[in-house]
């Protein structure tokens, strides 16, 4: 059974930095993506990065340039490196593994190619 636990969220003041982490268990990395996504109240869950196991990255465009994703094979582990946050950054924030083979014209952004979900994090960013 795979289980994935999101943790490092919290309330942070507009600029400042948080890392989230995504252990795994009953989970082995396999050459597939993994995920992070956010949402907000009354919003779509959206795609916020993802790496695949060969260390190919891929972030959305509001994200692009404050946030890194990352990953710890040997401790079946996933990061998020969120600087420079925005109000708009306010969410819960889910970590996600794919774990079985999709379409690969499927963006590594989108939720379709994820079957494994954490039950999330908040991060809260005030002005």
């Known amino acids: 059974q795979v289980q994935l636990v999101e943790s490092g969220g919290g309330s942070v003041q507009s600029g400042g930095s948080l890392r989230l982490s995504c252990a795994a268990s009953?989970?082995?990395?396999?050459?597939?993506?993994k995920g992070w996504f956010r949402q907000a109240p009354g919003e779509e869950r959206e795609g916020v990065a993802a790496?695949?196991?060969?260390?190919?990255?891929t972030y959305g465009d509001s994200v692009k340039g404050r946030f890194t994703i990352s990953q710890d094979n040997a401790k079946n582990t996933l990061y998020l490196q969120m600087n420079n946050l925005k109000p708009e950054d306010t969410a819960m924030y889910f970590c996600?593994?794919?774990?079985?083979?999709?379409?690969?014209?499927?963006?590594?952004?989108?939720?379709?190619?994820?079957?494994?979900w954490g039950q999330g994090t908040q991060v809260t960013v005030s002005s």
């Open positions: 009953g989970y082995t990395y396999s050459n597939h993506w």
């Open positions: 996600a593994v794919q774990t079985m083979s999709t379409s690969p014209t499927l963006h590594a952004l989108s939720r379709l190619r994820y079957n494994y």
């Open positions: 790496i695949h196991n060969d260390g190919n990255t």
